[in-house]
């Protein structure tokens, strides 16, 4: 597999540029896997966030797929003609997105251990009642209130380290998420909207839970970066 490392070019858009053209001479074809994350910024000379915004951009193209826990695979072979307008607009687009979510796992992992040392009985009610919620959206694949009650247990998190700032500084992630340029992204790969997907993503809010409630400041905070690294 011949790859070229960076020139003098934008980053995340050289290694898009170095997949296609792998796609396009035959190199990769539909269904093939591509290098790991690791192996890839090692091909084309860029660090592994560049790598990571790269793949995010082409998972939004439909170029690739990425299938947790086996990599991430050529979905189909592009027109180069059609493609090559959209290049720069979503890997900007991908840009902040995953910074986005960046962003959010280094804080929230960070205020899970505060509010697993803070968690009071009233909270445990209100986190209670949001994964019943969630539990009920994930059986009737009701994605649109599915998608409510999960940032409903995310700012839970923040209520419950009793902190006003951290509270507002939540709000402000979410209210980001609200935009529709995200919400086409959360769909299409941060929080897909199948049964599955949605039942999974369940399992993974009561883990968390469950060590809030257990005051175990640690293992919240690892389930939390864990939950954010399985999306990434």
Known sequence: MSFERLGETNRP????DQILSSIGDGTLGPGERLPSEAKL?????????SVREALAALRLMGVVETKVGNGTFVRMIPDP??????ISETIQKSEEVFQLQEARAAFECGITRLAAERLNK??????????DDMRSAAQ???YEDFVKYHKAFHLLIAKSTEN????ETELSFLKIMEQEGWRDVERQ?????TDEFLSESVKIHES??????QKDAALAADLMQQHFERYR
Not at 208 to 213: K, N, Q, S, T, V
């Open 13 to 16: 858009r050289h290694v898009v």
């Open 41 to 49: 910024a090692e091909l084309t000379g860029v660090g592994r966030t």
């Open 81 to 86: 003609d059609a493609i090559r307008g959209e």
């Open 122 to 131: 009233q909270m445990l009610a209100a986190f209670e009642q949001v994964l």
């Open 140 to 142: 009737v694949s009701c």
């Open 164 to 167: 006003a700032v951290i509270e």
């Open 189 to 193: 790969y941060y929080l897909p909207g």
């Open 208 to 213: 968390i839970f469950h060590a809030l409630r």
